[in-house]
C-alpha cells in the first residue's frame, strides 16, 4: 500500500518533468549502487526516500548520495534482502565454511536457499554441450523407467 507522501510526490512528479528526471537519473544511480552489491531495488521503493524526494525537488539542498545510500540501506526490508544477498555472494564463492546463517529468519532462509537453487539451475542451463550428446543423453533418458531417477538425472545433464 502506498502512503499519501509518496502519492503526494508521485503527483509532483507527473506535473514536473524536471523533478521527475532528476529523481530517475538519482534512483537510476542507487538502483546500480545496489545491483552491484546483489540487491534488487525498484524505483517504487525509492519512493520512500525522504532524502531522495528532497533531492529531486530541490537540487541545490546540498544533496549527498551517500547518506540517500544510507538511508535506503537503513530500510528494513531491503536490510533483510542485503543480508540474504551477502550470505549468497559468500556461498557462491565458496566461503560456505565462514557464513554464520543463525541470524537469519526461517523465511530469510528459505529465500536465500531458493535463490541458490536457481542460481544453480541457470548455471547447469548455460553449460554448453554438444548436439550429439545431448541427443545421447535423451536417449538414455528414456530408456530409464524410474521418473525420478529420469528427473534426476536431467537436472544434473542440464535438461531439466
Do not use: Y
Not at 90 to 113: F, I, N, R, W, Y
Request: glycine content about 6%.
Amino acid at each position: 500500500m502506498e502512503s499519501k507522501v509518496n502519492k503526494n510526490f508521485q503527483r509532483v512528479m507527473d506535473d514536473d518533468p524536471n523533478v521527475a528526471s532528476r529523481f530517475g537519473a538519482l534512483a537510476e544511480t542507487i538502483i546500480r549502487r545496489f545491483a552491484g552489491i546483489g540487491v534488487e531495488v525498484s524505483a517504487e521503493e525509492l519512493l520512500g526516500s525522504p532524502t531522495l524526494r528532497i533531492a529531486s525537488i530541490a537540487p541545490d539542498a546540498g544533496f549527498d548520495i551517500e547518506v540517500c545510500i544510507e538511508e535506503v540501506r537503513n530500510d528494513p526490508a531491503l536490510s533483510a534482502r542485503m543480508e540474504i544477498g551477502a550470505v549468497s555472494q559468500a556461498l557462491e564463492s565458496g566461503e560456505h565454511q565462514q557464513v554464520d546463517l543463525s541470524h537469519l529468519t526461517p523465511c530469510q532462509k528459505m529465500e536465500l536457499g531458493r535463490k541458490i537453487e536457481a542460481q544453480k539451475a541457470a548455471n547447469a542451463r548455460t553449460k554448453k554441450v554438444d548436439p550429439e550428446t545431448e541427443a545421447q543423453r535423451i536417449e538414455m533418458l528414456r530408456q530409464i523407467s524410474d521418473p525420478q531417477v529420469r528427473l534426476s538425472l536431467a537436472r544434473q545433464w542440464g535438461l531439466a
